[in-house]
């Protein structure tokens, strides 16, 4: 299993850093957010150490959202809330804070307070929608 000697979720997998574990299997580890955004938060890692979906392997990330899908199910029978936010952030201009590949599951209440900030979407150029997604269809 590869893990980087200074990654606190590598840590937390080699249990030099206690966790509230909620599943675990050979591929990922799912654990209680300590600062959590809503009672009930968390984290979906896998246990090998990488720093983006960039560098993982399809399959790999195929099962992480496997175990997302179950998670999300487990928070709503336990705690039943109005909604589930799924994140899943990648690299500091997408506000990633560690740098190993992590899911967010976070319970939503109606009034909780949360908000995604600054998300206003507001209808962009066809002309350029149509051309970008021809380029990354190029590169699928």
């Not at 249990?15 to 580890?29: F, T």
């Not at 039943?80 to 939503?108: C, E, F, S, T």
Request: charged residues 20%.
């Amino acid at each position: 299993m590869e893990h980087k000697s200074n990654c606190v979720f590598c840590k937390i997998v080699k249990g030099e850093i206690p966790c509230v574990k909620v599943y675990e299997d050979e591929i990922a580890l799912v654990f209680m957010d300590v600062a959590p955004l809503n009672q009930g938060h968390i984290l979906v890692i896998p246990k090998n150490h990488y720093e983006s979906i960039l560098e993982m392997e399809p399959e790999t990330y195929g099962w992480l959202n496997k175990i997302v899908s179950l998670g999300a199910k487990a928070i709503q029978t336990t705690l039943k809330p109005d909604g589930i936010n799924i994140m899943q952030l990648n690299g500091k201009a997408a506000n990633q804070v560690v740098p190993h590949v992590h899911i967010h599951i976070v319970p939503r209440k109606f009034g909780d307070g949360l908000t995604i900030s600054q998300w206003d979407p507001i209808p962009g150029s066809m002309d350029d929608i149509k051309s970008i997604g021809e380029t990354i269809k190029r590169n699928f």
